[in-house]
C-alpha cells in the first residue's frame, strides 16, 4: 500500500489546510538542480516532479527518501517547514 506524505498529514489531524508539506523545490533551488533532471533520475515525469514543487501532490516515502538520496540532504530536511 502507497502512502503518501499527504495522505500521512492528513491522517495525523491536519485538515484541509493550504500548507506546505515538502521543501522540494527549494532545495532543487539550492543545489541548481533542474527538474527535469531529477525527474529522470527517480524514472517519473517532470509533471510529477513540478506537482511536487508546488506541494499539489506529494512524493510517497519511498520517493522522500530518493530525492533526499539525490540532493545529498536529509528527508526530514525535506520535511520541514523551517527557511533552506
Not at 527535469?36 to 506529494?58: F, I, P, R
Not at 516515502?61 to 536529509?74: C, R, S
Amino acid at each position: 500500500m502507497k502512502i503518501t506524505v499527504l495522505a500521512y498529514l492528513f491522517l495525523s489531524g491536519m485538515k484541509n489546510e493550504k500548507r506546505i508539506y515538502n521543501r522540494v523545490k527549494a532545495f532543487l533551488a539550492l543545489k541548481q538542480v533542474k527538474n527535469k533532471v531529477l525527474a529522470e533520475h527517480l524514472g517519473v515525469s517532470d509533471q510529477t516532479v513540478s506537482k511536487w514543487c508546488t506541494n499539489y501532490s506529494q512524493p510517497s516515502i519511498p520517493e522522500l527518501y530518493a530525492i533526499a538520496t539525490f540532493l545529498k540532504v536529509k528527508v526530514c530536511d525535506l520535511l520541514e517547514p523551517n527557511e533552506v
